[in-house]
């Protein structure tokens, strides 16, 4: 069995803020332990078009949690909580 990790992040090549986001998604997950996984949306026709507008895109335990920019206390209530 796979274990999934509880946070997943999608973005795409040249987004400054996919790597704002990537930035705080890897201090939270550091604090909480959770394990994290980024996915660039380009190498995906399906969600470059549901998400292209939306990048950076984060999801926790599968649910989406933000989008453009991620905010880290609301990020850690989600993981804690």
Known sequence: MTI???VRVLTRPGC????DAITIIR???ART???WVEEDIS???ELTRL????????FVDGAQH?????????LYRALTG
């Open 16 to 19: 400054h803020l996919c790597e």
């Open 66 to 74: 933000d989008y453009w920019r991620v905010d880290p206390d609301r």
């Open 27 to 29: 201090s939270v997950c």
């Open 51 to 58: 998400y292209t507008d939306q990048v950076p895109v984060t």
């Open 43 to 45: 190498s995906d026709p």
């Open 33 to 35: 332990g959770d394990d």
């Open 4 to 6: 999934q990790p509880r």
